[in-house]
């Protein structure tokens, strides 16, 4: 006799974990290249972590607003079809039943079986499952604005808080070096971990995190040594 199990399924994380993996990812990228231009340019260290602390509290507010608008954005849309599917259920239904019908032939299922799939998933809630198998929104996928925004901003912070703690114990002479090596060891785990939690293949994700984080900081600290002044 077989026995049910439950399943946990990885890509029910991913709305919160694209947001955490990406503000945590900007929050190190963006102060320590930040910190490397402006530390490139011959400035004393508390202008540093000035310029550093400024650049978290832009960048996590920054994140939070585009993350909430983006996602809004992707919020209303799919509202937008839902109420016109709702509207199209209530005014064709016969329409939508044979629409619903097609969509299952096309996924493998003989005409008769199909037809009966879309009767009973119908007569159940018709508007979760054109939701799901016309529209493809599912309810762990739907675009969650708020969660979104306050993610990506607290990861953000925490992200930049990383290399502006190096700014603080680090002697001056020696600040480029270390911020760079740490925010790069800081990349690849964050990228180690969010492969993990997102079940991807951590050596890829922890490669092009590093990649991206080491071209950052190195072009700002080109521009930094270039002009010699804050950028």
């Not at 077989?2 to 963006?30: F, Q, T, Y």
């Not at 910190?35 to 508390?46: E, L």
């Not at 060891?185 to 994700?205: C, E, H, I, R």
């Given at each position: 006799m077989?026995?049910?199990h ?10 919160w ?13 963006s102060?320590?290249s930040?910190?490397?231009?402006v ?12 310029a550093?602390f400024?650049?978290?509290v832009?960048?996590a ?5 585009g993350?909430?608008?983006?996602v ?18 209530e ?19 003989t ?6 799939v ?6 159940g809630?018709?508007?979760?499952a054109h939701?799901?198998d016309?529209l493809g929104?599912?309810?762990h996928m739907a675009a969650r604005?708020v969660?979104?925004?306050l993610t990506s901003a607290?990861?953000f912070?925490v ?7 190096l700014?603080?114990i ?9 911020v ?6 800081f990349?690849?785990?964050?990228g180690?971990v969010g492969?993990?939690a997102g ?5 890829k ?15 700002t600290a080109?521009?930094?040594?270039m002009f010699g002044?804050?950028?």
């Amino acid at each position: 006799m077989s026995r049910l199990h439950s399943e946990n399924h990885l890509v029910s994380r991913i709305g919160w974990l694209r947001a955490a993996v990406l503000g945590a990812n900007d929050g190190i990228v963006s102060t320590a290249s930040l910190i490397v231009g402006v530390a490139s340019a011959s400035t004393g260290s508390h202008q540093i972590l000035v310029a550093g602390f400024a650049g978290m509290v832009a960048g996590a507010m920054s994140m939070a607003a585009g993350e909430y608008v983006s996602v809004s954005s992707q919020a209303d849309t799919e509202a937008a079809d839902l109420a016109r599917e709702r509207h199209e259920l209530e005014t064709q239904p016969e329409a939508e039943l044979e629409e619903l019908t097609q969509i299952y032939i096309k996924r493998g299922l003989t005409p008769v079986f199909a037809r009966q799939v879309a009767v009973q998933l119908t007569a159940g809630n018709a508007l979760d499952a054109h939701a799901r198998d016309e529209l493809g929104i599912v309810e762990h996928m739907a675009a969650r604005p708020v969660e979104a925004a306050l993610t990506s901003a607290l990861t953000f912070a925490v992200g930049a808080a990383l290399p502006l703690t190096l700014v603080v114990i680090s002697p001056i002479e020696m600040l480029i070096y270390i911020v760079s090596a740490a925010s790069l060891a800081f990349l690849s785990l964050l990228g180690a971990v969010g492969a993990k939690a997102g079940g991807a293949n951590v050596f890829k994700a922890t490669l092009r995190v590093t990649f991206w984080g080491a071209a950052a900081m190195a072009l700002t600290a080109g521009v930094g040594a270039m002009f010699g002044t804050v950028v």
